[in-house]
């Protein structure tokens, strides 16, 4: 076997190149100007999970340093290193050596911002300060509203997407030409609504169902993603509205054992799947909304999901009543 044949996909596709990073045509192009004047100031990096904010900084010290672009870059990860006396103490080290070749400054890469405390982030404020000379870091959080004043006026802020359907479309043709996998319309369809935009997600699922068949299918997709068909999940909201309480709980609970689901999981397809319902008006649509966020909340405090679930769905058939 050659080495690309186990190699995990999320990093064979990762892209090399800034052209190759999809859905952040705005963050790329405003990035290639910084990389193209050798100059950057601090970036902060915000976005859901698997959109490209690692994959961007890569691209980042790749296009400054060149070959040698690993002496020249650091990635730490927040969350991972025993806070932030650890993070500390490695940018010290890093930060002390010159930076190799002709740009002036190295880069550090803190993944998980957002896991830091406002201490910790204070404190990380100044270890900035203290290297600006030598140093540009690139921050990465989930939310840029957890990090502290302080360092988003320090930083150039960009705000990373989900990626669109299009990209997502490009990215599955491309991969299954390159993998020779056969997909459909709809096999694409219910990677996007698995996925949600989320790249790594995407890949990962397809180099699972790849390893069963060379044929991507709507039910592989979802059997693999353990997600409900939305056509099930569809079914079990018809039935409340029509007001067949236990249809309805049994069908649920049938879904959730076949596909082996967890409460959270089918909350929020529940959730996606109220705006598909036909011949409901708007106002009631609103108020199972509502509902839900309700009972996703209780879930995630520990109280118990079926019996959430079941006043969820009791709920629903009340509401429609
Ligand atoms: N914009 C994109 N264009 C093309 N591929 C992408 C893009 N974003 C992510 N990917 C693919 O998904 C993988 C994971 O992306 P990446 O590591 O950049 O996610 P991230 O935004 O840093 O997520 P996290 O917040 O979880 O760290 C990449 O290796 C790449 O294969
Ligand atoms: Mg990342």
Known sequence: MKPEDIAIWTEKYRPKDFDEVKGQDEIVKRVEAFVKKKNMPHLLFAGPA???????????????????WHNNFLELNASDERGIDVIRVKVKDFARTRAIGDVPFKIIYLDECDALTK???QALRRTMENYTQ?????????YSSKIIDPIQSRCSVFRFKPLPKEDINKIIDHIAKAEKLTTDTKAKEALYEISQGDCRRLENIMQSSAAIKNKISEDLIYSIASAAHP???GEVLQKCVKGDFSGAKNKLLDT???????GLDVIKQIQQEIWHLEKVDN????EMVKECGEAEFRM??????FIQLEALLSKFVLINS
Do not use: P, W, Y
């Open 256 to 262: 959730m054992l076949n596909h082996g689901l967890a």
């Open 50 to 68: 698997g959109v490209g904010k690692t994959t961007l900084a890569l691209v980042i010290a790749k296009k400054l340093f060149g070959e040698g």
């Open 119 to 121: 201490d910790a982030q």
């Open 134 to 142: 030598t140093c540009r870091f690139i921050l990465s959080c989930n």
């Open 283 to 286: 106002k009631k649509k609103l």
């Open 300 to 305: 995630v405090e520990g109280s118990d999901e």
């Open 231 to 233: 056509k099930e999940i």
